[in-house]
Nanobody, 123 residues
Framework: VQLVESGGGSAQPGGSLTLSCTASGFTTYQRLSMGWFRQTPGKEREGVASLDGGGDAYYADPVRGRFAISKDNAMNTLYLQMNRVQIEDSAVYYC??????????????????WGQGTQVTVS
């Protein structure tokens, strides 16, 4: 089981970035609950967005209306479209996966599988 993030990099405030998270080794990828988290030095990892097993999306208040989480089951890939990025969005972004569930899942302990992270810098 593996999650690999990509798409991080630099952006100017107001710009956009798209993060991807490609999964391998899962037998029922289409039923997974998945999420995006971020972490800055000295702070705890915080939930950004989650997608439950039924396809419903949930967002943390700081990103609601600017970020969009989506999933391509055919490609085993989770996305995070980041629009109107702000300096405060700079962080290492991680994707995470858990088995099928419904509802919001924006807490770190709600996931078993994690990617290695990808850096996003807004300046």
């Amino acid at each position: 089981v593996q999650l690999v993030e990509s798409g991080g990099g630099s952006a100017q405030p107001g710009g956009s970035l798209t993060l991807s998270c490609t999964a391998s080794g899962f037998t029922t990828y289409q039923r997974l609950s998945m999420g995006w988290f971020r972490q800055t030095p000295g702070k705890e990892r915080e939930g950004v967005a989650s997608l439950d097993g039924g396809g419903d999306a949930y967002y943390a208040d700081p990103v609601r209306g600017r970020f969009a989480i989506s999933k391509d089951n055919a490609m085993n890939t989770l996305y995070l479209q980041m629009n109107r990025v702000q300096i405060e969005d700079s962080a290492v972004y991680y994707c995470a996966a858990w088995s099928y569930c419904r509802g919001e899942r924006l807490w770190e302990g709600g996931y078993t599988y994690w990617g290695q992270g990808t850096q996003v810098t807004v300046s």
